[in-house]
């Protein structure tokens, strides 16, 4: 079992910043891959972001949309996850979610994440 915490959300202008975190408590191995999701009211939930760890070092993805604003992260010792969204624009309003799982396959499928957290909403003022 692994249990995901999110914080770090909140309310910003746009062309702000916003650093969400993740920790993870449970069994290591089932957080292999680490994911950030999204929400917005009336839409279906979408890829934000994917750490993957691997013995040649950890491999990042990212959804077209945050290429060059959002940077994932991870913290192994303190098994933490964070999202470091910059040049933030109203259109990134939405729940987000941190998602963990084993497998590095699938990484942008939300179906692939067999742990949630509660997520934590981000709001974005034009």
């Known amino acids: 079992q692994v249990q995901l915490g999110e914080s770090g959300g909140g309310l910003v202008q746009a062309g702000g910043s916003l650093r969400l975190s993740c920790a993870a408590s449970?069994?290591?191995?089932?957080?292999?891959?680490m994911g950030w999701f999204r929400q917005a009211p009336g839409k279906e939930r979408e890829f934000v972001a994917a750490i993957a760890w691997s013995w040649s070092g950890p491999n990042t993805y990212y959804a077209d949309s945050v290429k060059g604003r959002f940077t994932i992260s991870r913290d192994n010792a303190k098994n933490t996850v964070y999202l470091q969204m910059n040049s933030l624009k109203p259109e990134d309003t939405a729940l987000y979610y941190c998602a963990a799982k084993s497998s590095s396959a699938a990484v942008t499928t939300s179906s692939t994440y067999g742990y949630w957290g509660q997520g934590t909403q981000v709001t974005v003022s034009s």
């Open positions: 449970g069994r290591s191995v089932s957080s292999n891959v």
